[in-house]
């Protein structure tokens, strides 16, 4: 349940490589020339939400080692899900290249690589420690919820729950991305993020745009929006 940050797509773009420069890109051609075809765009997607469920989750089902700043070798966990995940037809393509362009190419920034490693930058559920960069500059931030949860989160705060940081976007979007995912009755909450540093929980910036604290007291919340969607 819930591990996937793309519930809502089916698909993402294909990645290619240049035939002439090398580079991974989206679009067909590149330096004039038509691109080769490294990974289409249902398994790009497949293979996305699996890295971030490893990555994050459930290493131990594949067996993979990872370190505790959250580090994989690529190489090892390419043999895992090949030979060890349940259903072995559903990645017996997997190659190195993969996972690396799905890494580098990833729209949220989930993903880091370096010397044959890869890591999720945020969202683990298991322990590891990842320096990020503390934030001092943005003002507001936001946090995706359902209606179910907001009474709680009104008199209790905005807690980790199963992760091990609370989770917050830069862009609106986002956040009711992130809510749609949990429930059709949702709720916006806004949050003063420089309240949030004078009461002296730190913010850090993890991806493109999410953000991370420990944290969120019940008054550092300056607004809520509540939405039905409609379910269909
Ligand atoms: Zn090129």
Redesign the pocket.
């Known amino acids: 349940m819930g591990y996937d940050e793309q519930v809502n797509e089916h698909r993402l773009p294909p990645i290619y490589r240049?035939?002439?420069?090398?580079?991974y890109?989206e679009e067909k051609t590149?330096?004039?020339?038509g691109?080769t075809l490294v990974l289409d765009g249902v398994r790009r997607l497949r293979l996305s939400k699996l890295l971030a469920a490893l990555l994050r989750h459930i290493p131990h089902e594949v067996g993979l080692l990872i370190d505790n700043e959250g580090w994989a070798s690529i190489k090892e966990l390419v043999n895992a899900v090949r030979t060890k995940w349940r259903n072995k037809s559903l990645y017996s393509w997997l190659r190195e290249e993969h996972v690396i362009t799905v890494a580098l190419l990833d729209r949220k920034g989930r993903f880091e690589v370096k010397d044959g490693k890869i890591r999720a930058r945020y969202g683990h559920s298991i322990r590891v420690l990842i320096p990020l960069p503390e934030d001092k500059e943005v003002r507001v931030l936001y946090h995706g919820t359902s209606t179910r949860s907001l009474r709680r989160i009104l008199r209790e705060g905005i807690k980790p729950m199963r992760r091990l940081m609370v989770h917050l976007t830069l862009d609106e979007s986002d956040a009711l991305e992130n809510a749609k995912r949990k429930s059709s009755d949702i709720a916006i909450i806004t949050i003063d993020a420089e309240r949030l540093r004078l009461m002296g929980h730190k913010v850090y910036r993890a991806g493109r745009k999410v953000y991370v604290t420990d944290y969120v007291p019940p008054s550092c919340i300056v607004e809520v929006r509540e939405m039905r969607l409609n379910s269909n």
């Open positions: 240049c035939r002439i420069c090398g580079a890109v590149h330096c004039g020339y691109c």
